[in-house]
């Protein structure tokens, strides 16, 4: 498949990682240092992961979009700004790729959500599939949100984005509705292709 | 059942089921036998093609969803690597750190 052939290779440094999270998994702290050091001296970790990011984006907007080119356009600008809004003013690399999941599984989810919504016009297995299919990215769409919450919540100092008061259920409320549940403005709402305006 | 040679003619017949059990509908050899024949056609050829598109969105989303899993994957190895070098630890699917490590992340 096209989506397939510029995907970028796995860095080698990738299974490195992988060795010494699992020393620190199993409660080795003789390698918390070192783990640090491998974070903060490894950009091709980050750019590795921002890429592929980049380019999952891209592909699942030209899926939305098929041809409509003012769709993509707008689509892709929606993205962008979900991204911005999910990462906060002056992002971590951490928080900056978290918000960058959170907006591909959003992507995933818009395209299930129609694809769902048009298939109960169609057989029962069919319908059966798009909506497991819904179920599945909306659960993973919220375990991304999740998971920029947990960051946020347990380093406040390090993350970018505004710090989630969690003793106060207003405030904390009111940090996700800025960012998920706030209504669509339709101007700016994901349209699909042969959806009337 | 569809066309069925009987004493050298071709008779079209239709099989459904009906309340659990199978309803076999004569048609003749008619004008109504050909019609129905042609609506029967019609009918398959329409759900070979949903299917056909249907398999076609889901071999290409096989590669899109794909790309989400790596990003994803990767996203959660280097959060969990980012909070297991401050400190923190996992416990019944939950993060924890001491006191100490707790303020000194927040005061990074």
Request: aromatic share 6%.
């Amino acid at each position: 498949m096209s989506e397939l052939s510029q995907v970028p290779d796995k860095p080698p440094v990738l299974d490195d990682l992988n060795l010494l999270v699992q020393r620190a998994r199993e409660g080795d702290e003789s390698v918390l240092p070192e783990l640090r050091e491998f974070l903060d001296t490894r950009p091709e970790l980050w750019q590795h992961y921002g890429n592929l990011a980049g380019h999952a984006r891209e592909a699942w907007i030209r899926l939305i979009s098929a041809d409509d080119l003012a769709l993509r356009e707008s689509t892709a600008r929606k993205a962008e700004d979900l991204a911005r809004e999910l990462a906060g003013p002056e992002p971590s690399v951490v928080e900056r790729l978290l918000a960058e999941r959170a907006v591909l599984c959003w992507l995933q989810l818009a395209h299930a959500d129609f694809l769902a919504a048009q298939a109960l016009q169609k057989t029962t297995k069919i319908a059966d599939f798009w909506a497991k299919r819904q179920a599945s990215a909306h659960r993973r769409y919220l375990t991304s949100l999740g998971a920029l919450v947990t960051l946020r919540r347990l380093m406040p100092g390090q993350a970018g984005g505004k710090p989630i008061d969690l003793s106060n259920p207003d405030t904390s409320s009111k940090n996700l509705e800025s960012s998920v549940s706030r209504p669509i403005d339709p101007e700016h709402q994901l349209r699909f292709v042969g959806e009337p305006m | 059942m569809s066309w069925q040679l009987r004493d050298g003619h071709q008779y079209f017949y239709l099989t459904r089921r009906k309340n659990g059990s199978r309803q076999t509908v004569y048609f003749g050899k008619g004008p109504v036998a050909q019609l129905a024949a042609a609506d029967v056609e019609a009918a398959k050829l329409h759900r070979e093609q949903v299917r056909g598109e249907f398999c076609m969105t889901r071999d290409r989303l096989r590669s899109l969803d794909g790309l989400v899993r790596q990003v994803d994957q990767g996203a959660r190895m280097l959060l969990e690597a980012v909070l297991l070098s401050e400190g923190f630890y996992l416990s019944h699917r939950q993060w924890r750190g001491t006191r100490r490590v707790r303020a000194l992340s927040s005061s990074r």
